[in-house]
């Protein structure tokens, strides 16, 4: 009989040595940003969702699992931490001409050791309306109610130039340029034309 209390106790402390040195995962700190893509000339928009968290322990890849409002989309990921173990997951993308869902979202981590963390967090976004309009014939950006930055870029891709676009503006994209980047920061969009 004493070896048997024996056997159980040993089991015990090796039971309780192993939880005692899984290092519990936790959360620290999760950031959404919400941006959309807007290709005018082509007539097509895309919205994009970047995560952003910090995790305590050590840095290591995880598998993350991100389900949409709607619970009907989901993105299964895998993640590596930068050197101060924060994660970026994205952008993710519900496809061309297809807004997020609006709502609670699930964010699920499983680490190597099998631990599971679970986050609920808000996709919320203004209602878009395009400020950024291009005529082709004319070559000629026209920006409505704000103010924007714009990139002009050559076909190679190398930046000619900057320029602060003022609200209700036109702009003539001429023949050295070949695409034009306009960021209105008050929608968080980027709007690209070529031409």
């Known amino acids: ?29 999760l950031q959404t940003n919400v941006a959309i893509h807007v290709y005018p000339a082509e007539g097509r928009k895309e919205q994009l969702l970047t995560l952003v968290f910090t995790l305590t322990g050590q840095p290591a890849e995880k598998q993350v699992h991100v389900v949409a409002g709607n619970q009907k989309s989901s993105w299964v990921v895998k993640a590596r931490s930068d050197e ?78 900057t320029h602060q676009l003022e609200p209700d503006s036109d702009f003539f994209i001429d023949e050295t340029a070949e695409t034009a980047v306009v960021y209105v920061e008050k929608q968080n969009a980027t709007y690209t034309i070529t031409r």
């Open 84 to 161: 101060r173990s924060t994660y970026t997951i994205g952008p993710l993308s519900m496809g061309s001409d297809v807004l997020l869902p609006k709502g609670q979202w699930s964010l699920s981590i499983l680490s190597s050791d099998g631990q599971t963390l679970e986050e609920v967090f808000v996709v919320d976004y203004p209602t878009f309306k395009e400020l950024v309009a291009y005529d082709k014939a004319t070559h000629t950006l026209t920006l409505a109610t704000t103010g924007a930055l714009l990139s002009l870029y050559d076909r190679g891709g190398a930046l000619i130039s």
């Open 1 to 29: 009989m004493p070896h048997r209390h024996s056997a159980v106790f040993l089991l015990l402390l090796l039971l309780l040595l192993a939880s005692c040195s899984r290092e519990e995962l936790a959360l620290v700190d």
